[in-house]
């Protein structure tokens, strides 16, 4: 059993930030790549973001230039900076990680933006 832990959801007006936290267990942070999803009532669950245990990123299109994710070696955790927020980035915002060809998720955190 993987526990991944989000914190940092909130509401905020358009064009405002927020950031997002993903606290991983030390053995998962060091291996394995981390990625940031988000769901709304109206789709899958789709990725926003990623980064590899070396720090490569991989953004979804509709993120680039806004959002960027991060990692903290000394905390096992990994960030994801939502700036210029939009309406559309409102959902439901998990941070999973695939171990032994299971999938794992957090317990999700909302994201609220305003117009």
């Known amino acids: 059993q993987v526990q991944l832990v989000e914190s940092g959801g909130g509401v905020v007006q358009a064009g405002g930030s927020l950031r997002l936290s993903c606290l991983a267990p030390?053995?998962?942070?060091?291996?394995?790549?981390i990625d940031w999803y988000r769901q709304t009532p109206e789709r899958q669950r789709d990725l926003v973001a990623s980064i590899g245990i070396r720090g490569r990123t991989t953004y979804a299109e509709g993120v680039k230039g806004r959002f960027t994710i991060s990692r903290d070696n000394a905390k096992n955790t990994v960030y994801l900076e939502m700036n210029s927020l939009k309406p559309e980035d409102t959902g439901v915002y998990y941070c999973?990680?695939?171990?032994?060809?299971?999938?794992?998720w957090g317990q999700g955190t909302q994201v609220t933006v305003s117009s």
């Open positions: 999973g990680t695939v171990v032994s060809a299971l999938r794992y």
């Open positions: 030390r053995s998962v942070f060091r291996f394995y790549d």
